[in-house]
């Protein structure tokens, strides 16, 4: 079992950086890929960035590619997203999700645990 919390969302304005963190409980975090997905109210949950349970590989959707940075602290248990850049169009929900062994998949369904969310709000 894995409990995966968020922090670190607000209110920003367009071009400002924000860096989200999730942390995680239990022992094994270190076996878990690890992602960000995003969700708009009524909308489907989207990818954004994943990092591989081994840490070597990371993923990101086009959208956010250059901009967002996904990392992940194996000893705090803990995955970073760094978003930089950012655009009104970056306004979601912001959820951090649990995947064993994951390859990394952008789909949302693979994954087994889920945070909360936090919220982003980008003001243009």
């Known amino acids: 079992q894995v409990q995966l919390v968020e922090s670190g969302g607000g209110l920003v304005q367009a071009g400002d950086s924000l860096r989200l963190s999730c942390a995680a409980s239990g022992r094994t975090f270190s076996s878990y890929t690890m992602a960000w997905f995003r969700q708009a109210p009524g909308k489907e949950r989207e990818f954004v960035a994943a990092?591989?349970?081994?840490?070597?590989?990371?993923y990101y959707a086009d959208s956010v590619k250059g901009r967002f940075t996904i990392s992940r602290d194996n000893v705090k248990n803990t995955v970073y997203l760094q978003m930089n850049s950012l655009k009104s169009e970056d306004t979601f929900v912001y959820y951090c999700?649990?995947?064993?062994?994951?390859?990394?998949?952008?789909?949302?369904?693979?994954?087994?645990?889920w945070g909360q969310g936090t919220q982003v709000t980008v003001s243009s």
């Open positions: 990092i591989s349970w081994r840490g070597g590989s990371t």
């Open positions: 999700a649990a995947d064993f062994h994951g390859s990394g998949s952008n789909y949302y369904a693979q994954y087994e645990y």
